[in-house]
C-alpha cells in the first residue's frame, strides 16, 4: 500500500457536506423508497425495511449490497445477539459485515454523509449496553475482518479486529511464538487492544497496545492511514488506549515473542481462606525485584463460597520462587503442571449466565486494605441481595500489575493510559444473573460494592485515578482517568484526525474524549 501523506488534510467540500449532513440528519434518512426498487437482487430485501430506519440501510444496501444484513434477513438476529451479554443485546436497524478495508471505507463514506448514527463491534465481550451494539442505527460487525497471518521474517503478526485470541493462538502456536494478548479465548482482538489489554505477559512487555508495531485505519472520510511509530505517531500513540474516537482499525501489527511451554494451573480456596489468600498475593506483589516471568490473577466468587488462584510461569519450571507466599497455603483442590499457554488460557469454559455488570479501581498495595476488602466480601449485605436472584453470581477480580509493565510500556514508546511506574492492583467487582426484571437490583449491588472498595483505598490513601477500560462501567470517565495531560493530547489527535467529531457524534457507545 502506499505510504500515507505524514498529515492528514481534508478537503473543503469534505468539510461542508459532512457539517450540513450531521445536521440534517433526519431529512436524508427518509429519502430512500422511491429509488431502492430498482437495484436488482435487492428489491425483496429492501421492501421489508422499516421505513422509520430504512434509508440509511437502504444506502447501505445499494453500496455493499450482501455484506448489508436486514431484520428480515436469517442471520440478523444471530448477528444482533453475539454480544456476550444480554445487556449487550440491541436492536440495530441493520448490520453491516465488512470482509475488507474497502467495505469499511465505503461504509464509513455512506454513514458520514447521511449523518447516520453507528457502532463497531469486534468481539463484542463488553457488558455495557451500547460499547458494541446500537438501537436504531447500524452496527458494524468486524466479524469477517478475522485474519491471523505470521511473517516469520519480521516476527509480526497481523490480526484483523474481529479475530478472537482463541483463532490468534491457534494461529502462532505453529510457530512457537505468541503475542501480548487477551486471556479469554472468545474475546475480540480490537476492543482489547484499543482499551490497553492486560496479558500474563504483561509484566515482561507491557499491555497489548503496547506491542503494536502499526495499524490501518480508516477515517471518518474513508481515507486510509497506517499508524506507525514513524508514520503518523501522533495516532499511534492515541490508539493505545484511545478506544473508538479516532477511526476504525483493521489490521494491527503486533509483536510477536518464544513464550510456548509454561508451568501453571488453578488453586481453589474457600471463602473463609480468602484473608489468607489476599496477604499471600500482597507478599507476592510486593517482593523486591519481582520475578516479571511469574504471573496471576484471584477471583473471588464470594456467592459461591470460594476463591481461585490462576498460576502462570512463563517458563517450564515447577513451582518457581515468585509464588512461594501461597506455598504455605492449603487449597482445597490443585491442579497444576506443564503446558503450552494456549492450553491454559483455553482451559476455562464460557459462563452461560446471560446478563453481566461490573465496575473497575485500581490502587496500590497495601496489607491493611486487603484484610479490609476480604472483610467486605465475606459480610456485606449486598452478597445476599445478588445470591437472591435467579443465577445471581458475584465474580471479583484481584490482578497484580507491576512496576515492570508500565516501564515496559514507557521503553516501547508509550501510551495514552497515564500509568504511574508503581505495583498496582486493577480490580473489578462484577455481578451476572439471569432475568432482565433484575437488572436494577443487581447494578445497585455491584455499585454499592464499588463505591465500598473506593472508600477503603481512599481512607488507605492508596487509591490511583487510572481505570481500566477493558473492565470498566460505562458510567465511568476511562479517558479523564488518563490525566488532563493526556486527554489534551489525544483532543489535539482527534482534531487532526476527525476534525469532526465524527466518532465523538454518529458512535455514541464507548469511552468519549471529554470535551
Request: charged share 15%; glycine share 8%; proline share 6%.
Amino acid at each position: 500500500m502506499k505510504s500515507p501523506p505524514k498529515q492528514k488534510s481534508y478537503p473543503a467540500t469534505f468539510s461542508l457536506v459532512t457539517m450540513i449532513a450531521i445536521g440534517v440528519l433526519a431529512v436524508v434518512w427518509g429519502l430512500w423508497h422511491n429509488t431502492i426498487a430498482a437495484w436488482p437482487g435487492n428489491e425483496g430485501r429492501a421492501a421489508k425495511l422499516d421505513v422509520r430506519d430504512g434509508g440509511i440501510c437502504a444506502r447501505l444496501l445499494r453500496a455493499l449490497g450482501a455484506a448489508v444484513v436486514l431484520p428480515s434477513d436469517s442471520e440478523y438476529l444471530a448477528l444482533r445477539e453475539e454480544n456476550w451479554s444480554q445487556t449487550a443485546w440491541k436492536h440495530p436497524a441493520c448490520i453491516a459485515v465488512p470482509d475488507s478495508t474497502s467495505d469499511v471505507q465505503q461504509l464509513m463514506k455512506v454513514l458520514v454523509a447521511n449523518g447516520a448514527p453507528f457502532a463497531i463491534r469486534s468481539g463484542g465481550h463488553s457488558t455495557n449496553p451500547f460499547d458494541a451494539n446500537i438501537d436504531g442505527g447500524v452496527l458494524i460487525a468486524l466479524d469477517k475482518l478475522n485474519q491471523v497471518t505470521y511473517d516469520a521474517a519480521t516476527g509480526h503478526a497481523l490480526l484483523g479486529p474481529g479475530a478472537r485470541w482463541d483463532a490468534v493462538y491457534s494461529a502462532l502456536d505453529p510457530y512457537n511464538v505468541t503475542v501480548v494478548g487477551g486471556r479469554v479465548m472468545n474475546v475480540g482482538v480490537g476492543g482489547l487492544i484499543l482499551g490497553s489489554g492486560l496479558s500474563y505477559l504483561s509484566d515482561l512487555y507491557g499491555l497489548a497496545c503496547d506491542n503494536v508495531v502499526g495499524s490501518e485505519v480508516v477515517l471518518a472520510d474513508g481515507s486510509i492511514v497506517e499508524a506507525t511509530v514513524e508514520d503518523h505517531s501522533d495516532l499511534y500513540w492515541a490508539l493505545k488506549g484511545g478506544t473508538n474516537n479516532f477511526g476504525i482499525v483493521t489490521r494491527f501489527k503486533l509483536s510477536t515473542y518464544p513464550i510456548k511451554q509454561i508451568w501453571g494451573g488453578v488453586q481453589m480456596y474457600s471463602l473463609d481462606q480468602l484473608p489468607d489468600v489476599l496477604q499471600a498475593y500482597y507478599e507476592y506483589q510486593t517482593t523486591p525485584h519481582k520475578d516479571p516471568y511469574a504471573n496471576l490473577i484471584v477471583n473471588l466468587f464470594p456467592t459461591n463460597g470460594s476463591v481461585l488462584l490462576t498460576l502462570v510461569y512463563l517458563k517450564p519450571v515447577e513451582r518457581p520462587e515468585a509464588y512461594k507466599p501461597f506455598y504455605s497455603l492449603s487449597p482445597t483442590f490443585e491442579q497444576t503442571g506443564f503446558m503450552t499457554l494456549h492450553e491454559l488460557m483455553g482451559s476455562f469454559p464460557s459462563t452461560t449466565i446471560p446478563r453481566w455488570t461490573g465496575y473497575a479501581e485500581s490502587f496500590e498495595p497495601n496489607s491493611e486494605l486487603f484484610a479490609q476488602i476480604s472483610n467486605v466480601f465475606l459480610t456485606a449485605p449486598e452478597l445476599a441481595s445478588i445470591s437472591a436472584l435467579q443465577a445471581g453470581t458475584l465474580v471479583v477480580a484481584v490482578q497484580p500489575i507491576s512496576e515492570s509493565a508500565i516501564l515496559a510500556g514507557q521503553a516501547r514508546g508509550s501510551n495514552a493510559l497515564g500509568l504511574r511506574p508503581v505495583n498496582q492492583t486493577w480490580f473489578s467487582v462484577n455481578a451476572g444473573w439471569w432475568n432482565a426484571d433484575d437488572d436494577a437490583t443487581a447494578t445497585a449491588a455491584v455499585e454499592s460494592l464499588h463505591a465500598k472498595i473506593l472508600a477503603l483505598a481512599g481512607d488507605a490513601d492508596v487509591g490511583l485515578e487510572y481505570v481500566f477500560m477493558n473492565d470498566a462501567n460505562a458510567k465511568q470517565q476511562v479517558l479523564a482517568s488518563y490525566g488532563e495531560e493526556n486527554v489534551q493530547r489525544l483532543r489535539a489527535v482527534q482534531r487532526v484526525y476527525d476534525p469532526h467529531l465524527v466518532f465523538q457524534k454518529l458512535v455514541p457507545g464507548g469511552q468519549k474524549i471529554p470535551m
